[in-house]
C-alpha cells in the first residue's frame, strides 16, 4: 500500500528566507502523481503544485518549486522569499491511476504546520 | 464561479442521530470524494465517485453512506453517527475522465460534532 510520509509536524521561517518542507512515499508503481497543497488558517485547501513521475524536470510556480527525487521517491517543497501570507498546513498527496479499472485514490501525509515570522 | 460548496458548515448532532452533509460542484467534474480531518492523521479518503452511480471505497468508510445519482451532488451519509466521527470533513471534485490533471477542488469543509 501507498504511504506519505511528513516527517516535520511544525516549522518556521523569517519572512523573505527560502524554506523546504520534507515529503517521503513508498510506493512500487512507476506512474503516479503528486501535489502539495495549502491550509491556511482559513481551511481551505488550495492546490499549491503538482509534479507528475514521469516528468523529470521540477515543478515550478512563481515562489514554490519541489525537487522531485524518483528514486529516492522525495517530494520536497521549497518557498523562497517567503512572505506572512504562506503560514498554513501544507499537506503532500499520492495518486496513483489504477490501469484496470481507471479508478484512482488519493493518499495525503499528516500535514506540516509552517509559520512564517515577521 | 466555479465552485465544491458543502452544507452545513457546523453541525453539532447527539450520538444515533442520523445526518447528511451535502456537497454540490458546479464545474461538470467527474470525480468526487469525501475526507474527514484530524489532527495528526493529515486527510483520509472516506469514499470516492467515478461518475454517476460509480462509487467505491476509501481507507475509511465504516460508518458512512454515500450515493452520486446526479453528477453534480455527493451527499455524505452518517446513519447512525458515533463520538468517533467528530472531525472536519471535506468534500472534493476533480475533472476525472482519466486524464490529468487529477488535481482536486476542494469545498470549505464541514465541521461536525458527536456528543
Known amino acids: 500500500a501507498q504511504t506519505v510520509t511528513q516527517s516535520q509536524p511544525e516549522m518556521s521561517v523569517q519572512e523573505a528566507e527560502t524554506v523546504t518542507l520534507s515529503c517521503t512515499y513508498d510506493?512500487?508503481?512507476?506512474?503516479?502523481?503528486l501535489f502539495w497543497y495549502k491550509q491556511p488558517p482559513s481551511r481551505q485547501m488550495i492546490l499549491v503544485i503538482r509534479?507528475?513521475?514521469?516528468?523529470?524536470q521540477n515543478a515550478t510556480e512563481n515562489r514554490f518549486s519541489v525537487n522531485f527525487q524518483k528514486a529516492a521517491k522525495s517530494f520536497s517543497l521549497k518557498i523562497s522569499d517567503s512572505q506572512l501570507g504562506d503560514t498554513a498546513m501544507y499537506f503532500c498527496?499520492?495518486?496513483?491511476?489504477?490501469?484496470?479499472?481507471?479508478?484512482?485514490?488519493?493518499?495525503f501525509g499528516t500535514g506540516t504546520r509552517l509559520k512564517v515570522l515577521a | 464561479e466555479a465552485q465544491v460548496t458543502q452544507n452545513p458548515r457546523y453541525l453539532i448532532t447527539v450520538t444515533g442521530k442520523k445526518l447528511t452533509v451535502t456537497c454540490s460542484q458546479n464545474?461538470?467534474?467527474?470525480?468526487m470524494s469525501w475526507y474527514r480531518q484530524d489532527p495528526g492523521l493529515g486527510l483520509r479518503q472516506i469514499y470516492y465517485?467515478?461518475?454517476?452511480?460509480?462509487?467505491d471505497k476509501g481507507d475509511v468508510p465504516e460508518g458512512y453512506k454515500v450515493s452520486r445519482k446526479e453528477k453534480r451532488n455527493f451527499p455524505l451519509i452518517l446513519e447512525s453517527p458515533s463520538p468517533n466521527q467528530t472531525s472536519l470533513y471535506f468534500c472534493?471534485?476533480?475533472?476525472?475522465?482519466?486524464?490529468?490533471?487529477?488535481?482536486?477542488?476542494f469545498g470549505p469543509g464541514t465541521r461536525l460534532t458527536v456528543t
Open positions: 510506493t512500487s508503481e512507476n506512474n503516479y502523481y
Open positions: 465517485s467515478m461518475n454517476v452511480e460509480v462509487t
Open positions: 509534479q507528475e513521475a514521469y516528468k523529470q
Open positions: 498527496a499520492f495518486m496513483k491511476p489504477r490501469r484496470t479499472s481507471g479508478t484512482y485514490k488519493y493518499i
Open positions: 472534493a471534485s476533480s475533472p476525472g475522465g482519466g486524464g490529468f490533471p487529477y488535481e482536486q477542488y
Open positions: 464545474m461538470n467534474h467527474e470525480y
